[in-house]
């Protein structure tokens, strides 16, 4: 059965624990990063039960389960439906892309996201969570039925981003890596080597203000976390602990402007003109995020037997 492994503060003190109901079982043992644990405390972990558990949920702080530390290494465009809503045709990307965010963004399942005072176009995207459980070996293939192999668990990502910064500079590793734009969590969800089988049934859902905004099932990916893994194998080495975010579906606030309007766009005005144009018509989208918004994201399999929790956080102004 999946662990619903945490991360909290106690007595100001960050510590582990395993979730059962309204209540956490202490981790014993010290674990200072998300490598650590993965490598040495799993199996510990594994093992707590009910009875073990004497910590209120509710009394503690929830930090990401994700620690600074780790690489954090995000996929785009890797949802058809995220592909179309940008304007852009899936037979244009038949490779896989990569980006990275500063570990820095990383922050709590309930803790605000900062909005800082020059950005307007801020924007939400729900993503899988993957985190490694070893070193990937450089130039090693990965297949579907070894991601137990390499793979930990699972949590949730909010891959926040600043769309007026991300893509008039075209940067978006400075759009997306501002403090607070990488809320993860609540929990990482170790999954037993059978349950990863059962990765393509994750429903993911995210709400503004009750609203929901975006749901797909994880199955939907182009890029399967296979390939992704075999990838970055080749590519550069990756840690266990490292996340890897998995790219969005659609029903962000970003849309692409219609087919005349990006006639004349293309061909009828300057880059700096469009790109004001555009930032100027964006700030009038009622999608994109205000402060006290709240957005709240939650990943499970619709019989409720892998649950990643609930993510709860709101947007406040800088």
Not at 26 to 36: C, E, I, R, S, V
Not at 102 to 119: E, L, W
Request: charged share 20%.
């Amino acid at each position: 059965m999946a662990t619903q492994l945490i991360r909290f503060l106690s007595n100001g003190t960050p510590q582990w624990g395993v979730v059962f109901g309204n209540k956490i079982a202490p981790l014993a043992g010290d674990y200072p990063t998300t490598a650590d644990v993965v490598r040495k405390g799993r199996d510990a972990a594994r093992q707590l039960t009910a009875a073990q558990a004497t910590i209120d949920l509710g009394s503690v702080r929830v930090l990401p389960p994700v620690t600074a530390n780790q690489q954090f290494i995000c996929q785009g465009v890797n949802y058809e439906s995220h592909v179309r809503e940008s304007g852009l045709d899936p037979k244009n990307f038949p490779f896989n892309t990569i980006f990275t965010k500063a570990p820095s963004c990383i922050s709590g399942p309930y803790d605000d996201v900062v909005r800082p005072a020059h950005v307007k176009l801020l924007d939400y995207e729900i993503e899988l969570g993957l985190v490694l459980a070893r070193d990937l070996v450089p130039g090693e293939v990965v297949s579907d039925d070894r991601l137990h192999e390499v793979l930990a668990g699972v949590t949730i990502v909010n891959d926040v981003s600043a769309r007026d910064v991300q893509l008039p500079q075209g940067q978006f590793y400075k759009g997306k890596s501002y403090r607070t734009f990488g809320p993860t969590g609540p929990v990482l969800l170790l999954l037993e080597p059978q349950e990863w089988r059962r990765w393509r049934e994750l429903n993911m859902t995210l709400s503004v203000n009750g609203d929901v905004r975006q749901r797909a099932y994880c199955g939907e990916m182009l890029f399967k976390p296979a390939q992704t893994l075999t990838e970055l194998a080749a590519m550069h080495d990756m840690q266990a602990g490292d996340l890897i975010a998995t790219g969005t579906p659609a029903g962000c606030a970003a849309k692409a402007p219609g087919k005349l309007v990006m006639f004349i766009l293309k061909h009828f005005m300057s880059d700096a003109a469009k790109w004001k144009a555009f930032i100027a018509k964006a700030t009038k989208n009622p999608l994109y995020l205000q402060p006290n918004d709240v957005m709240t994201l939650s990943i499970r399999t619709d019989d409720g037997a892998l649950d990643l929790g609930q993510q709860r956080t709101k947007v406040v102004a800088k």
